[in-house]
Nanobody
């Protein structure tokens, strides 16, 4: 069992930056692909970024590529999402997710989810 707790959300002006953190409890953090998803009101959760458990390979949604950076610290059981050049359309609830020994860009690829953190970008 893994518990995920996100932090770092908030209100920022367009063009600004935020850094989200996700602290994981439980064993074998290094065996999980860690992902970030976001959800707009009334919409399905969408993939933002992931860092694979093998080799730390990263992948990004096209909408955030070049602006967001995902990273992980296996010693601290934490994954980060550095968000730069934020746009109003980045406003959403951001969720951290963990996928044991696999990974992907789909909701069903992930086994555990955090409670979400609100990111609001004002224009």
């Amino acid at each position: 069992q893994v518990q995920l707790v996100e932090s770092g959300g908030g209100l920022v002006q367009a063009g600004g930056s935020l850094r989200l953190s996700c602290a994981a409890s439980g064993r074998s953090f290094g065996s999980y692909t860690m992902g970030w998803f976001r959800q707009y009101p009334g919409k399905e959760r969408e993939f933002v970024a992931a860092v694979h458990w093998v080799g730390g390979i990263t992948s990004y949604a096209d909408s955030v590529k070049g602006r967001f950076t995902i990273s992980r610290d296996n010693a601290k059981n934490t994954v980060f999402l550095q968000m730069n050049s934020l746009k109003p359309e980045d406003t959403a609830v951001y969720y951290c997710a963990a996928s044991y020994l696999k990974g992907g860009r789909q909701y069903h690829d992930y086994d555990y989810w955090g409670q979400g953190t609100q990111v609001t970008v004002s224009s």
